[in-house]
């Protein structure tokens, strides 16, 4: 395809998922905040906190408009600056920032399972999520995406190397030159003054930093949602829950398992897939865009979970669709 073809069919894509994204989590906190169940106690504070940072998320999206590209042993995420009025530092730290968000999301999840796991489980730590004790969930939710963002900005942002790496390719398949973009992209192999490759350190020691992030709130989020299934497992045994809080609690863990799912089949699997290639020095072009396309779903497909499958809100927007139905009828 036509390279400013494919690159606009990209910024499209972008408007019309983040107008999507925005409207279902705004549906998602009115909900939340008018139709929870009272059993659902400070978790609904976490939910909006999730919907808030995802509006946040493709707030970023739609002003960088970011692109996945792969050229050989690089995958670049790059803004075009060319036709911006924001200056190209500053779109490198937005860059950055959107980037980063990921690492806050599965620091978020990560804060979700160990909250059921708390409920569900009556563990007394539950007092650590009440009132100004959120303030620390949130601290940990921060530092985790600008540890991430910091890792980006400084040992993979833009640098005459990678220019000239990619140059002819960008041209080629983008119709771009380097001087028209600012990116985050691991190099992970060098020349040296005899033309042989070797390891880029720098950029290994970058995606080993993000790789920690990732596998530690992996840990937390595999490690609390298997505790919680077993309590769920035992629901009968359990005495202090009601019939009708036993099945909101089922509810809501069913709804977080999905939920969390979604970011990495949307963004982490695509993205690894781009890495390995790119390790093994395999091109994909434009074929690479297509993570363009799947991340930018992520946070359209995120809240639907916790829309329809926790019933007191899946009766309401069914309620409200079949109202509309028989109005236009």
Not at 5 to 14: A, E, I, M, N, V
Not at 50 to 70: D, K, Q
Not at 170 to 182: A, G, R, S
């Amino acid at each position: 395809m036509d390279g400013w073809k494919w690159r606009t069919s990209q910024h499209y894509f972008h408007f019309v998922s983040t107008s999507l994204s925005i409207i279902l989590n705004l549906l998602l906190i009115c909900l939340v905040k008018s139709r929870s169940p009272r059993t659902m106690g400070t978790y609904k504070y976490l939910l909006i906190g999730v919907s808030v940072f995802e509006i946040f998320y493709s707030s970023i999206e739609i002003i960088v408009s970011p692109i996945v590209h792969s050229f050989h042993t690089v995958v670049v995420v790059m803004t075009i600056v060319k036709d911006t009025w924001i200056p190209k530092s500053v779109m490198l730290i937005l860059t950055a920032t959107y980037c980063g968000s990921f690492g806050c999301f599965l620091a978020f999840f990560g804060i979700l399972f160990i909250y059921r796991y708390y409920v569900i489980s009556g563990n007394p730590n539950i007092k650590y999520f009440d009132s100004w004790n959120m303030i620390f969930w949130i601290i940990i939710t921060l530092l985790c995406g600008s540890i991430w963002g910091a890792i980006g900005f400084f040992t993979l942002s833009q640098n005459s190397e990678i220019d000239e790496f990619i140059r002819s390719d960008l041209y080629t398949e983008l119709n771009l030159f380097p001087e028209d973009i600012t990116y985050l992209a691991p190099h992970f192999y060098l020349k040296d003054k005899n033309g042989e490759k070797m390891l880029n350190w720098k950029s290994i020691a970058g995606m080993n930093g993000v790789s920690l992030i990732v596998g530690v709130t992996c840990f937390f989020i595999i490690r609390y949602g298997l505790k919680t299934y077993k309590c769920i497992k035992h629901f009968s045994t359990i005495q202090k829950f009601s019939d009708r809080s036993k099945m909101i609690q089922k509810q809501l863990f069913y709804a977080l398992v999905i939920q969390s799912s979604i970011p990495f089949l949307f963004l982490q699997l695509p993205l690894t897939i781009l890495f390995i290639c790119g390790v093994l020095d395999i091109h994909l072009g434009q074929l690479g865009g297509i993570d363009t396309f799947s991340i930018s779903l992520f946070p359209v497909f995120d809240p639907l979970p916790t829309i329809f499958v926790i019933r007191a809100y899946r009766v309401a927007v069914l309620g409200k669709i079949h109202c509309w139905l028989l109005y236009s009828m």
